[in-house]
């Protein structure tokens, strides 16, 4: 949702939507471990892919349906830090943060896009 609101807030045209783009497209593939498991990059884009949601539910579930994977040992650097809290405890936990702050911010973005697009009068340019 945040991604669309960016049309609309940011006045973007001709399906350029550099937000999509640069997160989606480039860090989220990159640092989130959908090509390869976090461990294997170096430690500051393993930070930075802690706070993307995809690499805790690509943690989880690399653990749960890799036969004879290791479920306890942590990998992440949220991981690391708390070694009190089971791995995909750790990562369920964390998906539930994430969206309950990623949801209304999103949905208050986009409900602000379309009201400014109401105001400016491009909705219809969209039809």
């Known amino acids: 949702m945040i991604s669309a609101s960016s049309f609309y807030l940011f006045n973007f045209k001709q399906n350029t939507e550099p937000v999509k783009f640069i997160f989606q497209d480039v860090i989220i593939a990159l640092t989130a471990g959908y090509y390869y498991p976090i461990t294997v990059l170096p430690y500051p884009l393993q930070v930075l892919g802690s706070f993307i949601p995809h690499t805790y539910a690509l943690d989880a579930l690399r653990r749960l349906?890799?036969?004879?994977?290791?479920?306890?040992?942590?990998?992440?650097?949220?991981?690391?830090?708390?070694?009190?809290?089971?791995?995909?405890?750790?990562?369920?936990?964390?998906?539930?943060i994430m969206s309950v702050v990623f949801l209304?911010?999103?949905?208050?973005?986009?409900?602000?896009?379309?009201?400014?697009a109401r105001k400016d009068g491009t909705l219809t340019r969209w039809q």
């Open 65 to 96: 349906m890799i036969p004879g994977g290791e479920t306890l040992t942590p990998v992440l650097p949220l991981q690391l830090a708390l070694q009190g809290i089971s791995p995909i405890a750790l990562d369920i936990i964390v998906l539930i």
């Open 104 to 116: 209304p911010l999103g949905w208050f973005m986009y409900v602000k896009g379309i009201e400014k």
